[in-house]
């Protein structure tokens, strides 16, 4: 069957079960504007035979039963199969669910009317999807919402907003095999997995749900398996090597035949076809010959190849198909200019025109810098009446407070006014004091008011204890940011026109120094500064035709209006001069000008007469006349030529050193400017910094309210859980209560059984006390401990039972208890009466022992009854203590909540500005940390330092008199000394004059003065001679002593290392004897035998080892003495010899 229109979507259901699956699919088309549906049915093996209208595929196998077509009222999406007789769909344009009761057989045809009708998304269009055990039915849309119902009740949706309308919503939806998880996708491209949390009745559609897919997929591995089996044991079809030798014989006739036509039409037209090949032939030459002297012309003049196309039909289909192409490519750039034209014109509405002050700069002549404005965007008019509203409102609290100053001013001369004085006057007088000591804009927390962003109506930063007052102050502090950067936009508009005006001023300086370097013919290079594209930001708005890379296409029929506009205004031009003799005068004699230019006529050179060209002895009188006047002329013109020429240079330095000034001059005014923008940007920063921490106390307060409301709905869930958890406490003591009395009856009455026995059987007294020791007697397994106490019934149950679950001996009764009637009537057999007992006794002490075991069996069970019931009070008592102590929590959550709400409230962060110097922190690698500082007054600190310069300078001036005072001490003892060593000085002199022999040698020397002093001159110059020839051998010696010290401290170096790697091997050893020595212990004396020569060698080498360290350190000990000797060597030593 053919479906007409355009298919939309498909649809398929499997039904049955087994091998008796029906599998029906449905086609969505739309065709008309209207939505039909078309279903098909695929029957199982058992059913195709007996199925009419089976459709047949080439393989003639069958493949399809049409079923119905129908149409709908409306248009429909996201079609599905829930049965063979019911669909759902989603309604375009009512965007509801609804569903569809199918046709069952083939009828006329009629629309579908929906079945029932059900909400839906919010936005038209989507899909849904029936999971894989048709339980569940799940719906997307672009509204991003996934919905999910049961398939047999669709009014019961369950909503969930997986992604977000603006970004396209849902497009895809898949389930898992278990449909327990579930696929979405949107978000261009998210992909999303959600699960269920599953509850108890949930945990079993889950399970039946995993159980169908269990069942599902083995159906499939079984059927695959047959088809493979199948498939394994089917011998191959030679289908394919017939259809293809079928095919080559068709091919071979068809050839045969075209090959016998084409023959035939040879023989009856060959002349005609030679002709017409001659003439083409021809044609083609000269076609060729027109494209080779077409190749040989100008580009300009070559024609396309497409002009020598002969076929005029196949000439115009081309010329057709191109001027589609061109239409087509025009209709696309004029759709994309238009495109970039809407978003030109948006960027520019939005980020442009909506500017009240935009973004500019102005940089340096001289230096790269640059300085920016301030970009202000138009204030809503929302904003400038919250900002009046605020400032009305602050203006009126401003006149309440003097209001209320002047009505409570006490009289003056009241005794009141000597004891007033309480903590705000203090901290008033302290503000005070700080502003008349040092900054006034310390406690403000910024520079603000100094540019432009003084408000009188700020508050205090001491003041700001409401959530009001601190929205107030941050959109006055807003404000206050907006003034300053509105008082720098001025400064630097005014800045920028100066520079423009000065660029101006340079461009018409520029002027006169090009005509200058023109006249003197100079190669000097000529400033000329220019506003760049970012000092002019409306230049980005115009497209400059210098810009424009690309030639300009301009149609022939433009060209060709220009040109005829061009000679139309050429023509009335001459026609409005016409022949005017005075213009023609003016531009022969005078080049066009009426005034004429004294530089310019300096600046040419002077006509030499044509006789002055001849020899001087040719010349007559007038004409050496007229040549020595036009020397004269020459020189007077050539010395005018000169003194002009200086006077432009002159003048072409001041301008160029004017020009080189005035840009210094802005350069400067430029940096002053940069100067204020950082200032500006400092105050600026500092009043975002205080809106920041109103901020942030917002935000914080607001926090702490969530907080608190949380906590109070805790607070009030836990107080209803605990009047529910007290009433149940009270309830179950009463039933405990109760319940007791039955128990203690119950143990009396077993107790008065056991005080009765004696009583009854006082006649069978020779038998009483084996009677009573087969009383007491149980079956094996049931036997009782005598007479068990309450106490002990009810510890065991307690600990039996310490959850509070009910036991099984509580849940199943008395009757698990008592013993069986088999084991009892073992115990009853008369083979267990004693001898000589009557018959009638023996079955009276069975009854009386049966009650007896009855009685005991009712007392346990109603003690584990007893202790059920008392643990479940002890557990709903402790429930009862767990929600007082979780109350008990949140009433302290709640108080330090609110005690750091207060804290919070009154402890205000306040912002200073602080000189450099009066932070005594440690910085910290970046931040000072604050936690642990103290603010405290400057009076203090300079109280504090005068007391240090005070007591320092008391300290220097009794330091300063001990060091004048030990001074002087130490001046006469020094003199006292030097007194003494004179004193032995001149003694030693006298003792010398008086011991000293005078020789012949003096008195020859002190007769003959003059001899004697040539001697010594003499003997002085041997001695300087010796003295110099013993330094040098002094410096020589010196030399190698050293040289020799540096090997010796070489080698001691090399020792020292030496005998440290020794210490370490020692330290080895030493720990290697000591673990030989642990295992020689452990192994005892016979391994301490075998093993005596090897311990013997390591003892020898130790030892040696010892004796090698002991005589390298005796050598390390003398090297060291040698040296200290030879470095004493090398000084020299001033003893005093007696």
């Given at each position: 069957?053919?479906?007409?229109?355009?298919?939309?979507?498909?649809?398929?259901?499997?039904?049955?079960?087994?091998?008796?699956?029906?599998?029906?699919?449905?086609?969505?088309?739309?065709?008309?504007?209207?939505?039909?549906?078309?279903?098909?049915?695929?029957?199982?093996?058992?059913?195709?035979?007996?199925?009419?209208?089976?459709?047949?595929?080439?393989?003639?196998?069958?493949?399809?039963?049409?079923?119905?077509?129908?149409?709908?009222?409306?248009?429909?999406?996201?079609?599905?199969?829930?049965?063979?007789?019911?669909?759902?769909?989603?309604?375009?344009?009512?965007?509801?669910?609804?569903?569809?009761?199918?046709?069952?057989?083939?009828?006329?045809?009629?629309?579908?009317?929906?079945?029932?009708?059900?909400?839906?998304?919010?936005?038209?269009?989507?899909?849904?999807?029936?999971?894989?055990?048709?339980?569940?039915?799940?719906?997307?849309?672009?509204?991003?919402?996934?919905?999910?119902?049961?398939?047999?009740?669709?009014?019961?949706?369950?909503?969930?907003?997986?992604?977000?309308?603006?970004?396209?919503?849902?497009?895809?939806?898949?389930?898992?095999?278990?449909?327990?998880?579930?696929?979405?996708?949107?978000?261009?491209?998210?992909?999303?997995?959600?699960?269920?949390?599953?509850?108890?009745?949930?945990?079993?559609?889950?399970?039946?749900?995993?159980?169908?897919?269990?069942?599902?997929?083995?159906?499939?591995?079984?059927?695959?398996?047959?088809?493979?089996?199948?498939?394994?044991?089917?011998?191959?079809?030679?289908?394919?090597?017939?259809?293809?030798?079928?095919?080559?014989?068709?091919?071979?006739?068809?050839?045969?035949?075209?090959e016998e036509t084409r023959q035939a039409e040879d023989g009856k037209y060959s002349e005609a076809k030679s002709k017409l090949r001659q003439e083409l032939s021809s044609?083609?030459?000269?076609?060729?010959?027109?494209?080779?002297?077409?190749?040989?012309?100008?580009?300009?003049?070559?024609?396309?190849?497409?002009?020598?196309?002969?076929?005029?039909?196949?000439?115009?289909?081309?010329?057709?198909?191109?001027?589609?192409?061109?239409?087509?490519?025009?209709?696309?750039?004029?759709?994309?200019?238009?495109?970039?034209?809407?978003?030109?014109?948006?960027?520019?509405?939005?980020?442009?025109?909506?500017?009240?002050?935009?973004?500019?700069?102005?940089?340096?002549?001289?230096?790269?810098?640059?300085?920016?404005?301030?970009?202000?965007?138009?204030?809503?008019?929302?904003?400038?009446?919250?900002?009046?509203?605020?400032?009305?409102?602050?203006?009126?609290?401003?006149?309440?407070?003097?209001?209320?100053?002047?009505?409570?001013?006490?009289?003056?001369?009241?005794?009141?006014?000597?004891?007033?004085?309480?903590?705000?006057?203090?901290?008033?007088?302290?503000?005070?004091?700080?502003?008349?000591?040092?900054?006034?804009?310390?406690?403000?927390?910024?520079?603000?008011?100094?540019?432009?962003?003084?408000?009188?109506?700020?508050?205090?930063?001491?003041?700001?204890?409401?959530?009001?007052?601190?929205?107030?102050?941050?959109?006055?502090?807003?404000?206050?940011?907006?003034?300053?950067?509105?008082?720098?936009?001025?400064?630097?508009?005014?800045?920028?026109?100066?520079?423009?005006?000065?660029?101006?001023?340079?461009?018409?300086?520029?002027?006169?120094?090009?005509?200058?370097?023109?006249?003197?013919?100079?190669?000097?290079?000529?400033?000329?500064?220019?506003?760049?594209?970012?000092?002019?930001?409306?230049?980005?708005?115009?497209?400059?035709?210098?810009?424009?890379?690309?030639?300009?296409?301009?149609?022939?029929?433009?060209?060709?209006?220009?040109?005829?506009?061009?000679?139309?205004?050429?023509?009335?031009?001459?026609?409005?001069?016409?022949?005017?003799?005075?213009?023609?005068?003016?531009?022969?004699?005078?080049?066009?000008?009426?005034?004429?230019?004294?530089?310019?006529?300096?600046?040419?050179?002077?006509?030499?007469?044509?006789?002055?060209?001849?020899?001087?002895?040719?010349?007559?009188?007038?004409?050496?006349?007229?040549?020595?006047?036009?020397?004269?002329?020459?020189?007077?013109?050539?010395?005018?030529?000169?003194?002009?020429?200086?006077?432009?240079?002159?003048?072409?330095?001041?301008?160029?050193?004017?020009?080189?000034?005035?840009?210094?001059?802005?350069?400067?005014?430029?940096?002053?400017?940069?100067?204020l923008k950082i200032r500006t940007e400092t105050a600026v920063l500092q009043e975002e910094l205080k809106i920041l921490r109103l901020a942030l106390a917002l935000m914080?307060?607001?926090?702490?309210?969530?907080?608190?409301?949380?906590?109070?709905?805790?607070?009030?869930?836990?107080?209803?859980?605990?009047?529910?958890?007290?009433?149940?406490?009270?309830?179950?003591?009463?039933?405990?209560?109760?319940?007791?009395?039955?128990?203690?009856?119950?143990?009396?009455?077993?107790?008065?059984?056991?005080?009765?026995?004696?009583?009854?059987?006082?006649?069978?007294?020779?038998?009483?006390?084996?009677?009573?020791?087969?009383?007491?007697?149980?079956?094996?397994?049931?036997?009782?401990?005598?007479?068990?106490?309450?106490?002990?019934?009810?510890?065991?149950?307690?600990?039996?039972?310490?959850?509070?679950?009910?036991?099984?001996?509580?849940?199943?009764?008395?009757?698990?208890?008592?013993?069986?009637?088999?084991?009892?009537?073992?115990?009853?057999?008369?083979?267990?009466?004693?001898?000589?007992?009557?018959?009638?006794?023996?079955?009276?002490?069975?009854?009386?022992?049966?009650?007896?075991?009855?009685?005991?069996?009712?007392?346990?069970?109603?003690?584990?009854?007893?202790?059920?019931?008392?643990?479940?009070?002890?557990?709903?008592?402790?429930?009862?203590?767990?929600?007082?102590?979780?109350?008990?929590?949140?009433?302290?959550?709640?108080?330090?909540?609110?005690?750091?709400?207060?804290?919070?409230?009154?402890?205000?962060?306040?912002?200073?500005?602080?000189?450099?110097?009066?932070?005594?922190?440690?910085?910290?690698?970046?931040?000072?940390?604050?936690?642990?500082?103290?603010?405290?007054?400057?009076?203090?600190?300079?109280?504090?330092?005068?007391?240090?310069?005070?007591?320092?300078?008391?300290?220097?001036?009794?330091?300063?008199?001990?060091?004048?005072?030990?001074?002087?001490?130490?001046?006469?003892?020094?003199?006292?000394?030097?007194?003494?060593?004179?004193?032995?000085?001149?003694?030693?002199?006298?003792?010398?004059?008086?011991?000293?022999?005078?020789?012949?040698?003096?008195?020859?020397?002190?007769?003959?003065?003059?001899?004697?002093?040539?001697?010594?001159?003499?003997?002085?110059?041997?001695?300087?001679?010796?003295?110099?020839?013993?330094?040098?051998?002094?410096?020589?010696?010196?030399?190698?002593?050293?040289?020799?010290?540096?090997?010796?401290?070489?080698?001691?170096?090399?020792?020292?290392?030496?005998?440290?790697?020794?210490?370490?091997?020692?330290?080895?050893?030493?720990?290697?004897?000591?673990?030989?020595?642990?295992?020689?212990?452990?192994?005892?004396?016979?391994?301490?035998?075998?093993?005596?020569?090897?311990?013997?060698?390591?003892?020898?080498?130790?030892?040696?080892?010892?004796?090698?360290?002991?005589?390298?350190?005796?050598?390390?000990?003398?090297?060291?003495?040698?040296?200290?000797?030879?470095?004493?060597?090398?000084?020299?030593?001033?003893?005093?010899?007696?």
């Amino acid at each position: 069957m053919q479906i007409s229109g355009d298919l939309l979507e498909l649809s398929v259901l499997a039904t049955g079960q087994g091998d008796e699956d029906d599998t029906i699919f449905s086609v969505l088309s739309q065709h008309g504007g209207k939505t039909a549906i078309t279903v098909f049915q695929i029957p199982n093996k058992s059913s195709e035979q007996a199925v009419p209208g089976l459709c047949e595929d080439a393989t003639n196998r069958l493949s399809a039963v049409f079923t119905s077509k129908r149409e709908f009222t409306e248009p429909v999406c996201g079609l599905t199969l829930l049965s063979t007789t019911h669909a759902v769909a989603m309604v375009t344009s009512t965007k509801m669910l609804a569903k569809f009761t199918l046709p069952t057989a083939v009828a006329a045809q009629q629309e579908l009317v929906p079945h029932s009708m059900h909400s839906s998304h919010e936005l038209a269009g989507g899909l849904t999807k029936l999971s894989l055990n048709q339980k569940l039915l799940g719906s997307v849309a672009p509204d991003g919402k996934l919905i999910m119902r049961l398939a047999d009740n669709l009014d019961r949706p369950l909503l969930l907003n997986c992604h977000h309308h603006s970004r396209g919503g849902c497009d895809g939806l898949a389930f898992s095999s278990d449909s327990y998880r579930i696929l979405t996708t949107g978000d261009n491209g998210t992909l999303s997995c959600w699960e269920w949390e599953l509850t108890a009745h949930g945990n079993i559609k889950a399970s039946q749900a995993a159980e169908f897919n269990a069942k599902l997929v083995q159906r499939l591995e079984s059927s695959q398996t047959a088809e493979n089996i199948a498939l394994a044991s089917m011998s191959p079809l030679p289908l394919q090597a017939l259809d293809a030798e079928q095919e080559e014989g068709t091919k071979q006739w068809l050839q045969h035949v075209i090959e016998e036509t084409r023959q035939a039409e040879d023989g009856k037209y060959s002349e005609a076809k030679s002709k017409l090949r001659q003439e083409l032939s021809s044609l083609r030459e000269k076609v060729m010959a027109m494209i080779a002297a077409n190749e040989l012309l100008p580009a300009i003049e070559q024609l396309e190849r497409r002009e020598f196309i002969l076929d005029t039909e196949e000439h115009k289909r081309l010329q057709a198909e191109e001027d589609a192409y061109i239409q087509e490519v025009r209709e696309e750039i004029e759709l994309s200019n238009l495109t970039k034209m809407y978003l030109r014109d948006k960027i520019k509405r939005d980020c442009w025109d909506s500017m009240k002050v935009k973004g500019k700069v102005v940089k340096a002549f001289q230096s790269k810098l640059e300085v920016r404005n301030y970009a202000l965007i138009h204030r809503r008019e929302a904003t400038l009446n919250e900002l009046e509203r605020i400032k009305t409102h602050r203006r009126i609290e401003l006149a309440e407070q003097e209001v209320r100053k002047l009505v409570s001013r006490p009289d003056p001369g009241a005794s009141a006014v000597e004891d007033r004085g309480g903590a705000g006057e203090e901290e008033a007088e302290g503000k005070q004091e700080v502003k008349e000591q040092g900054d006034p804009d310390a406690l403000k927390g910024s520079h603000g008011s100094r540019y432009g962003g003084d408000c009188d109506l700020l508050r205090d930063q001491f003041e700001l204890y409401s959530l009001v007052s601190k929205k107030q102050q941050m959109c006055l502090l807003q404000d206050c940011i907006y003034h300053i950067k509105e008082t720098f936009n001025k400064e630097f508009d005014d800045v920028s026109k100066a520079k423009e005006a000065e660029i101006t001023r340079i461009m018409e300086k520029n002027a006169r120094i090009r005509k200058i370097v023109k006249d003197l013919k100079l190669s000097e290079s000529i400033v000329e500064p220019t506003l760049d594209p970012t000092e002019q930001p409306e230049s980005f708005l115009t497209v400059q035709d210098s810009e424009i890379k690309a030639e300009k296409y301009i149609p022939p029929e433009e060209q060709k209006r220009l040109q005829e506009a061009a000679l139309a205004e050429e023509k009335k031009r001459l026609a409005e001069i016409g022949d005017n003799p005075r213009e023609r005068a003016l531009e022969m004699m005078m080049y066009g000008r009426l005034e004429a230019n004294a530089e310019e006529e300096l600046f040419k050179d002077l006509a030499r007469p044509d006789f002055m060209q001849k020899d001087p002895a040719e010349m007559t009188e007038d004409e050496i006349r007229m040549a020595k006047e036009f020397e004269k002329k020459e020189a007077a013109f050539l010395e005018e030529r000169e003194k002009l020429k200086k006077a432009l240079e002159a003048e072409f330095k001041k301008l160029q050193s004017s020009i080189v000034q005035s840009m210094e001059q802005f350069d400067e005014r430029l940096h002053k400017l940069f100067e204020l923008k950082i200032r500006t940007e400092t105050a600026v920063l500092q009043e975002e910094l205080k809106i920041l921490r109103l901020a942030l106390a917002l935000m914080v307060e607001e926090e702490v309210a969530m907080k608190e409301e949380v906590l109070n709905q805790e607070l009030e869930k836990k107080k209803v859980a605990k009047a529910d958890t007290s009433s149940a406490v009270s309830s179950a003591k009463r039933h405990v209560e109760d319940y007791r009395e039955v128990y203690d009856r119950t143990q009396a009455e077993d107790r008065e059984l056991d005080k009765t026995f004696k009583k009854d059987f006082s006649d069978c007294e020779p038998y009483l006390e084996q009677l009573y020791k087969l009383y007491r007697k149980r079956p094996r397994g049931q036997r009782l401990k005598p007479a068990p106490s309450e106490g002990a019934l009810l510890q065991e149950a307690i600990s039996q039972n310490s959850s509070g679950e009910r036991p099984p001996s509580a849940s199943l009764g008395g009757g698990a208890l008592r013993p069986s009637d088999d084991l009892m009537g073992e115990l009853d057999h008369l083979s267990n009466m004693p001898e000589g007992l009557s018959l009638s006794a023996w079955e009276r002490f069975v009854a009386a022992r049966r009650r007896k075991v009855e009685s005991e069996q009712k007392v346990k069970a109603t003690a584990l009854k007893l202790a059920e019931m008392t643990a479940f009070l002890k557990k709903r008592q402790a429930e009862d203590e767990s929600i007082q102590s979780m109350i008990q929590d949140t009433f302290r959550q709640l108080n330090k909540l609110q005690d750091d709400k207060m804290v919070f409230d009154l402890n205000l962060e306040i912002q200073f500005l602080l000189k450099q110097g009066q932070i005594e922190v440690d910085p910290g690698e970046f931040v000072p940390d604050f936690s642990d500082s103290v603010l405290i007054h400057r009076s203090a600190v300079e109280e504090l330092n005068s007391q240090i310069k005070s007591i320092g300078e008391a300290k220097l001036s009794i330091m300063t008199e001990a060091k004048d005072f030990k001074k002087g001490i130490y001046s006469l003892k020094w003199e006292l000394k030097r007194l003494l060593m004179l004193e032995e000085d001149l003694i030693e002199k006298a003792k010398d004059i008086q011991m000293l022999k005078v020789t012949k040698e003096l008195q020859h020397r002190l007769m003959d003065l003059d001899h004697s002093q040539e001697k010594d001159q003499r003997d002085i110059a041997a001695l300087e001679s010796a003295l110099e020839l013993v330094e040098k051998t002094h410096h020589n010696n010196v030399q190698e002593k050293k040289r020799t010290l540096s090997k010796y401290q070489s080698q001691v170096e090399a020792m020292e290392d030496e005998n440290k790697n020794k210490e370490k091997e020692l330290l080895e050893l030493w720990l290697m004897v000591q673990e030989r020595k642990g295992i020689d212990k452990l192994a005892g004396l016979p391994a301490a035998e075998v093993n005596r020569e090897r311990r013997m060698g390591e003892i020898v080498t130790r030892r040696r080892m010892v004796d090698l360290v002991k005589s390298q350190a005796q050598e390390v000990t003398v090297l060291r003495t040698e040296v200290e000797r030879l470095r004493r060597r090398t000084f020299p030593a001033l003893v005093q010899i007696d």
